[in-house]
């Protein structure tokens, strides 16, 4: 079965659900009006054959920085995605890196030096953590 039946099959039973009010207006999936708006353009068929255009690489300049921090440091802490707030540790090093490579350095040694920073601000935070949790089961077994 053709994959463009399949759609507009799919189509019109979702659009038959809304206009027979099956299905609120406000509960229809994200997709339809997507697909309502942006119908395709050629039939979605597997044999079809696709344009021959180039693929343009999408490349950053701090990818090489961020391969190569993931490389090294075998542990990243995890990262709450949904405080924004919060930068990562892959953020973190990349600002520092920035930060150090605008003083004039070559790329390793801006590299060097901002990998010593992370790891002792990394220490620094670990050791934070400890003494406050040592000082909070100190609290706890003082109250009872």
Not at 16 to 33: H, R, Y
Not at 75 to 101: D, G
Not at 112 to 136: D, G, I, L
Request: charged share 30%; net charge positive; glycine share 2%.
């Amino acid at each position: 079965m053709c994959l463009y039946i399949l759609y507009n099959e799919i189509h019109f039973r979702m659009a038959s659900l809304l206009k027979g009010k099956a299905i609120k207006n406000e509960d229809a999936p994200l997709w339809l009006v997507v697909y309502e708006a942006f119908p395709p353009k050629y039939e979605p068929r597997f044999d079809r054959r696709l344009p021959k255009k180039p693929v343009t690489p999408i490349f950053y300049e701090e990818d090489l920085i961020r391969v190569k921090f993931h490389k090294d440091r075998k542990f990243i802490p995890a990262t709450n995605l949904a405080n924004e707030s919060v930068k990562s540790a892959t953020q973190n090093f990349l600002s520092m890196y920035q930060t150090i490579k605008k003083e004039g350095l070559s790329e390793d040694k801006a590299y060097e030096r901002a990998m010593e920073q992370y790891v002792s601000e990394m220490e620094t935070r670990t050791e934070s953590r400890k003494e406050n949790e040592s000082s909070s089961n100190l609290f706890r077994s003082s109250k009872f």
